[in-house]
């Protein structure tokens, strides 16, 4: 990209060449290749919701993965995950009629191809599968296959036992159905969030455009990124597993971001056309400007997603995969589709103004007059910093607060809305079934053993503290399992130490331990030890594209520490609404009372990507008038000013998509639109408008400063919108003229 590198000086009216030449040089044909390549990815992209999983959140190389697959392969009866509620509708399961249905049903059960291991409480007279009123029973059985074999056996046989039985009626539940709920939920959710968002923000745009033309153009390039995620993920499923989840991260983005960085392109080509350059030279100007920054963005927002694929997880490997690929197209299609489109469009970027329906009777709003009360709020800010810096910093620290008290569980079937048919059945085991169902830990003891060495272990295993029951050994060949009943929750702190105790015990064989608290303790291990790799990762990488963009020490530091800090509301709301159960009833959620382990990696690296994205934008307006002016506190009051306006709106819209994507009935999508939508909003008003600015009126032109090896680092490297220039000395109090507009043709400031 010749001119991101060695750009002409702004509004020096040259003819464009390099990049800007390659990506406008045929914008006809240009525009039909999109339209080609973009219907060959709906192609593509079709189905793409039927091959992702819903799974996840296990370590595949973990020792309770390895227990479970084990147990799985060796004693499938001891591991259901098909649950048949048996509803004797108010008498007893025990009844002679209810008894013979029960068991015609076990027959048929135990026909049905790919279902292997079916009990039932009418074979066994366990009492952990009878309900403690007698009015419901269990029915248990194994789907074999991975994922989708077991969703489409489970398509396949459910209809058939669900409903009215003679004198019972049946209920499907069972970690299958759980999956397979949750993965028709979600594809329905998304189908009404893009309904939701596409009109808001198509009158969004409209507001902020006025041209209906020209808001027309960033969801234009939202689609086209978001189809071409869409093929990418099924492209990506031919040979790894990819979450369900990953779709709403590839809508939300694919429209926030690409409208974003559209909002960024054609507000800065309509300001060039406004002082009468010609669209080709206006064009080339918005791409050595707003280009670059879209740039810059696109690569620290996808930094910060890619630093997801350091986890084991595919639940969050898979929001990388979505995520570098949507944001590496929406900032393709902004810098490639979107200039061919303003040079055919030219001064036609502002027909169809819609505004006017409005301002009928009315004068319209002064031009520049929203530009002008963002200089006031500006100079407000530097005037008051210290002040304002210090407020704005206790306030967000204190919404984070709650979050000092974050419990980390699993997902299970709370996730899904109440009336679900297997979380009705997953409610009615837990609220009227004896014991702890779900929460027994399993130990798989593998290298044969006497039955002496067996009972010893056991012995052993029942005089732990917290252990209430043990049952077993069932033995098969060399191998055998334990059935280990934990005091408490099933994921409390005593059963996750339970787990360490178990793993702990000297024994004559191999034990490998397994179970919901086994798959947390697990799983926390494995974030605990590679979140500090991706969280250096995002830190160096941010750090280093900052400085090239800037040139300064200091900005890239403040940047890291500011994006940061604005997440704190985010991480508080989470815990206080969706662990504590605030505000439950209105949302529409059930409250497990514990995060999913895996939720706050995944929303500090989104958020933090989208903090960067409007750091870039306010960030890259600031350098261009300092390099302009040599006046600091000019440079972040025009800024802001240019600024200020577009990234609110930016902010205003993508909570907007966040917000659709909230609406979803499964607790942890709703948790992650509803709190994404408020850390951008947070970002946008508090810190970008308060926070940024306050920061650096009190570090001044400090700012800038950079040890003469960096310098000439940048200098080389770095990225700047004209020559390398060196503003003067300029006391913070300057009374220096007002500077000219970012497209004049005044002199810039040369370096000393």
Not at 177 to 199: C, F, G, H, N, Y
Not at 317 to 339: D, K, T
Not at 519 to 547: C, M, N, Q, Y
């Amino acid at each position: 990209m010749t001119e991101v590198n060695k750009p002409a000086a702004a509004g020096s009216g040259a003819r464009p060449g390099g990049w800007t030449r390659f990506v406008t040089a045929r914008p006809r044909l240009s525009l039909l290749l999109a339209l080609v390549i973009t219907a060959l990815a709906v192609l593509a992209g079709s189905g793409v919701a039927d091959r992702l999983g819903s799974g996840g959140w296990e370590d595949p190389a973990a020792e309770s993965t390895y227990a479970t697959k084990a147990l799985e392969r060796e004693f499938p009866d001891s591991q259901p995950n098909l649950l048949l509620l048996v509803d004797a509708r108010g008498g007893s399961v025990d009844s002679p009629a209810v008894a013979a249905e029960a068991k015609a049903l076990v027959t048929r059960l135990s026909g049905e191809k790919g279902v292997i291991g079916v009990g039932s409480y009418w074979q066994t007279k366990s009492p952990s599968l009878r309900a403690e009123d007698g009015h419901e029973a269990l029915i248990a059985a194994r789907i074999t296959g991975d994922e989708k074999a077991a969703a489409d056996t489970l398509d396949r046989i459910a209809p058939h036992y669900r409903g009215a039985h003679g004198p019972v009626t049946v209920k499907v539940g069972g970690m299958v159905a759980v999956r397979s709920d949750m993965q028709t939920i979600i594809k329905e959710d998304l189908a009404r969030a893009e309904l939701i968002a596409l009109p808001v923000t198509l009158v969004l745009l409209v507001m902020v455009f006025g041209s209906a033309i020209a808001a027309l153009l960033p969801l234009g390039i939202g689609i086209v990124a978001i189809l071409g995620t869409n093929a990418v993920l099924r492209g990506i499923t031919s040979f790894t597993d990819v979450s369900v989840f990953a779709m709403n991260l590839t809508t939300a983005l694919g429209l926030g971001l690409a409208i974003d960085y559209a909002l960024f392109i054609v507000r800065r080509f309509r300001e060039e056309l406004a002082t009468g350059a010609d669209p080709l030279t206006a064009v080339g100007t918005t791409l050595r400007t707003a280009g670059r920054t879209v740039l810059f963005s696109a690569l620290t927002v996808a930094v910060s997603l890619a630093a997801m694929l350091v986890f084991p997880q595919y639940f969050l490997r898979s929001f990388a995969y979505a995520g570098i690929a949507v944001v590496l197209l929406a900032a393709a299609a902004a810098l490639i589709l979107l200039p061919a489109a303003l040079i055919l469009l030219g001064d036609r970027v502002n027909a169809l103004d819609l505004r006017r329906l409005f301002r009928r009777g009315r004068e319209a709003r002064p031009s520049g007059a929203e530009g002008t009360a963002w200089a006031r709020a500006a100079t407000l800010v530097m005037r008051r910093a210290p002040l304002l810096a210090v407020a704005t910093t206790a306030f967000l620290i204190v919404l984070g607060l709650p979050f000092l008290g974050v419990k980390f569980g699993t997902a299970d079937d709370r996730q899904l809305p109440a009336g679900a048919e297997s979380h009705v059945v997953q409610q009615h085991i837990r609220d009227g079934f004896p014991g702890n169902p779900g929460g027994d830990l399993e130990v798989l003891a593998e290298g044969g053993a006497t039955r002496a060495q067996y009972a010893a272990y056991r012995e052993r295993v029942a005089a732990l503290p917290e252990v209430s029951g043990v049952a077993g050994p069932l033995v098969k060949g060399d191998a055998a399992y334990f059935t280990v009943q934990p005091e408490g929750e099933s994921v409390g702190d005593g059963a996750q130490r339970l787990v360490g105790e178990l793993r702990a015990l000297n024994t004559p064989f191999d034990t490998k331990v397994t179970g919901t608290a086994a798959v947390l303790v697990d799983s926390k291990h494995a974030i605990g030890e590679r979140l500090p790799w991706a969280a250096a990762i995002i830190a160096i990488v941010t750090l280093l594209l900052v400085f090239l963009l800037t040139g300064s020490v200091l900005i890239p530091v403040q940047a890291v520490l500011l994006n940061a800090l604005s997440l704190t509301a985010m991480f508080g709301a989470v815990v206080w609404v969706f662990q504590d159960g605030h505000l439950s009833d209105l949302l529409g959620f059930t409250s497990p009372g514990s995060i999913e382990t895996t939720l706050p990696v995944l929303m500090f690296c989104v958020a933090f990507g989208l903090s960067m994205d409007y750091g870039v934008f306010l960030l890259s307006r600031i350098k261009e008038e300092y390099d302009r002016t040599g006046d600091h506190e000019r440079a972040v009051r025009l800024g802001l000013q240019r600024t200020g306006g577009l990234i609110t709106a930016a902010a205003v819209i993508l909570a907007v998509v966040m917000v659709a994507i909230g609406t979803s009935r499964v607790t942890n999508t709703k948790m992650l639109g509803l709190g994404i939508a408020l850390a951008v909003l947070m970002d946008a008003m508090v810190v970008r408008s308060l926070l940024v600015p306050a920061i650096m009126r009190l570090t001044g032109n400090a700012t800038w400063w950079a040890p003469t090896p960096l310098r000439r680092f940048h200098d080389r490297f770095g990225l700047s919108e004209g020559a390398p220039q060196t503003p003067p000395t300029a006391t913070p109090h300057s009374a220096a003229p007002e500077p000219p507009a970012p497209h004049s043709t005044a002199a810039p400031v040369r370096r000393a």
